[in-house]
């Protein structure tokens, strides 16, 4: 059976997290689409087209994996692209409550075929969040490590004054 997942978020910044979920999808579904979230309510620190550039760039090692974006109805968006999963990541019991909560709503908003799989992230990832890692960046802290390497350099750039 071919198998077509989405994973999706807002990826701002994608974080060694994020990365962990990508690869492991990655190896479990025959074609991963990383979908990028457009959310105009939200203040980002790169713009769609940046994240764009640095997913595809990062992700560049995963060649059945493609990046594209949306804004509207996550389950508009899967209909429309005859997705069979979408992934979503785990970090926290936290992060289970309102993904269920998801889940439950998508499954009534799904085609039939469509399932949600949870991942959870590796335990040395768990504590990270796009927001947090933003944070710590701006003022000066140390994120080596927590965002893979070509994104830190995207955000080394963003932050010199």
Do not use: W
């Amino acid at each position: 059976m071919k198998s077509k997942a989405l994973y999706t978020g807002s990826f701002d910044p994608l974080t060694k997290g994020h990365l962990n979920i990508i690869e492991r999808a990655a190896k479990l579904y025959e074609e991963l689409t990383v979908g990028i979230i457009v959310n105009p309510s939200k203040e980002s620190m790169f713009s769609l087209e940046e994240r764009e550039e640095m997913m595809k760039e990062t992700l560049r090692h995963l060649t059945n994996v493609r990046v594209g974006h949306f804004s509207g109805l996550l389950a508009d968006y899967v209909n429309e692209n005859g997705f069979d999963v979408v992934v979503r990541g785990l970090r926290a019991t936290m992060d289970f409550e309102y993904e269920i909560q998801m889940a439950q709503m998508n499954a009534r908003l799904f085609d039939d075929k469509v399932e949600t799989v949870f991942l959870m992230t590796a335990p040395r990832y768990s504590f990270i969040s796009s927001s947090m890692i933003k944070e710590v960046h701006t003022l000066g802290g140390c994120i080596d490590g927590l965002v893979p390497d070509e994104i830190l350099e995207y955000m080394n750039k963003k932050t010199v004054k």
